[in-house]
């Protein structure tokens, strides 16, 4: 079974401290994602990556980045945490989609519920 | 523009009632991929189906069934006879060809099952 796993389910920060939601899957999957989960908003995608080093804009950046060293693993940065930023942080993966080919299912891990004061 | 429409913000049911779950997709692309995910109260997002838009055939896996009807954009779920533990929150979401390494989600449907 895929397996997702991310640093903590509750997180508590004060405004403008750096923020490190990690995120690890032993899948050996080359795509990873960060959402953030909002009422009446659904999932929105912060950022994505599909290897190593590589790194995608979703439709959420600003206030973000990510760091991906390792296949398995994946790090959202706050680097200035907000209270705009208080919100449930959900990690993905999937393998990646070859030329042509359906993509492939996303897996979640359980979510950083991550609150700003 | 791609988009996915979960019309249905909460619903309530009691146990053992028919309950269906409504999503309406728009693409312009001819071949996209449908998925439905459970998000129990634990937080993490369950996969429970995807279909891609070339297979339009309904499918059923003990009390769930899906509903793909290009026609009217639409890939409702429908779970039979509810029970307590399907109280969550379901997403509908959509992947395109073009990009199908990205999910467009709904905004989900909260379904509360009653004893």
């Known amino acids: 079974d895929v397996k997702v796993t991310q640093s903590s389910r509750y997180l508590v920060k004060r405004t403008g401290e750096k923020v490190f939601l990690e995120c690890v899957q032993d899948?050996?999957?080359?795509?990873m994602f960060w959402y953030r989960q909002d009422p009446g908003l659904g999932l929105r995608l912060i950022y994505f990556s599909y290897d190593v080093k590589m790194k995608e804009k979703g439709d959420i950046p600003e206030g973000y980045s990510v760091s991906r060293e390792k296949k398995e693993r994946f790090s959202l940065i706050l680097e200035s945490a907000s209270t705009n930023q208080t919100s449930m942080y959900l990690c993905?993966?999937?393998?990646?989609?070859?030329?042509?080919?359906?993509?492939?299912?996303?897996?979640f891990g359980p979510g950083t519920r991550l609150t700003v004061l | 523009a791609q988009k996915v429409t979960q019309a249905q913000t909460e619903i309530s049911v009691v146990e053992k009632e028919d309950v269906t779950l409504d999503c309406v997709y728009e693409?312009?692309?001819?071949?996209?991929?449908l998925f439905w995910y459970k998000q129990p109260p634990s937080g993490e997002l369950v996969f429970l189906i995807r279909?891609?838009?070339?297979?339009?055939q309904n499918e059923i896996s003990g009390r769930y069934s899906w509903n793909f009807q290009k026609s009217t954009s639409s890939f409702n779920f429908t779970i039979t006879a509810s029970q307590v533990v399907d109280s969550a929150v379901y997403f509908c979401a959509l992947s395109e060809a073009r990009n199908t390494d990205k999910l467009i989600f709904g905004t989900g449907t909260r379904l509360q099952v009653f004893p």
């Open positions: 993905a993966s999937s393998l990646l989609n070859l030329a042509g080919g359906p993509g492939d299912t996303q897996y």
């Open positions: 693409t312009r692309d001819t071949t996209y991929y």
């Open positions: 279909r891609n838009s070339f297979d339009e």
């Open positions: 899948m050996d999957h080359e795509n």
